[in-house]
């Protein structure tokens, strides 16, 4: 590498590193614990192994209903969904370059449009956004 050292990269990784192990895996991982125990948050998981396991994909009708109906709606949206994606990508790419770019604008104005609420709502100016009004009362 040139003028940035792998140590460096490193650091620059660490904090998502910290907070993706931290929120996720971590949760994940401990989720994983408990499904083998018997555990009430009163007293201490008492390990149980399979049973739990066993107990949900045999004698849990309404388990077993909502796996039948989850797979069923995969099949069916998943397909259909890569496919109207890929005819409304292709279609939109055979357009014009100005309305393609209408287009694509229309499509993810939604979600810039979210953003940029949420960012005026925290960091407008000081009277007026909450994340900025927070930090001029405590001083900052």
Same mark, same amino acid.
Request: charged share 5%; hydrophobic share 60%; proline share 4%.
């Given at each position: 590498?040139?003028s ?30 408990? #499904? &083998? ?11 149980? /192994? !399979?049973?739990?396991?066993?107990? %949900? +994909? ?6 077993l ?35 393609? #770019? &209408? ?10 449009v979210? /953003? !940029?609420?949420?960012?005026?709502? %925290? +960091? ?10 927070w ?6």
């Amino acid at each position: 590498m040139s003028s940035v050292s792998k140590k460096n990269i490193a650091l620059f990784v660490l904090p998502f590193m910290l907070i993706f192990s931290t929120f996720t895996i971590m949760p994940v991982l401990v989720s994983v614990f408990f #499904s &083998f125990t018997n555990f009430n948050m009163v007293q201490m998981p008492q390990f149980v /192994g !399979l049973a739990n396991y066993m107990r %949900l +994909f045999v004698n849990d009708e309404l388990f077993l209903t909502a796996l039948q109906n989850t797979i069923f709606f995969a099949m069916i949206t998943g397909p259909i969904g890569y496919i109207l994606c890929f005819t409304f990508a292709w279609f939109i790419n055979q357009l014009t370059p100005k309305l393609r #770019s &209408f287009l694509t604008l229309l499509f993810y104005a939604p979600s810039i449009v979210g /953003g !940029l609420i949420v960012w005026q709502l %925290l +960091f407008s100016d000081d009277a007026h956004g909450l994340l900025n009004a927070w930090l001029a009362n405590i001083g900052l």
